[in-house]
Nanobody, 121 residues
């Protein structure tokens, strides 16, 4: 089984920065794409940013130019650097890891428990 754990959320003032981390552990044969999603109260979960194993990135329009996704394949970890934060960035941020636990298993999505990001003065 694959475990996914996020960290780095918190309270920050508008214009501030936070860095989220997400580490995958357990039985891992290979990891493909890794991504960050967020869900604000009363809204659907949405993609924030994703990165492939080849480090190709994709961003939501709302965060382009402010957020940067990166990954460390040796550590099975993905990061989200969030700059110039706005109140509308307030949400629970979830990490998604596409992985195969063994060489004979199919690819699955594994989710973390989420970390709260609150942008407020």
């Amino acid at each position: 089984q694959v475990q996914v754990v996020e960290s780095g959320g918190g309270l920050v003032q508008p214009g501030g920065s936070l860095r989220l981390s997400c580490a995958a552990s357990g039985s891992i044969f290979s990891i493909y794409a890794m991504g960050w999603y967020r869900q604000a109260p009363g809204k659907q979960r949405e993609l924030v940013a994703a990165i492939t194993s080849g480090r190709r990135t994709n961003y939501a329009d709302a965060v382009k130019g402010r957020f940067t996704i990166s990954r460390d394949n040796a550590k099975n970890t993905v990061y989200l650097q969030m700059n110039s934060l706005k109140p509308e960035d307030t949400a629970v941020y979830y990490c998604d890891v596409e992985a195969r636990p063994t060489s004979w298993s199919r690819q699955h999505d594994y989710w973390g428990q989420g970390t709260q990001v609150t942008v407020s003065s």
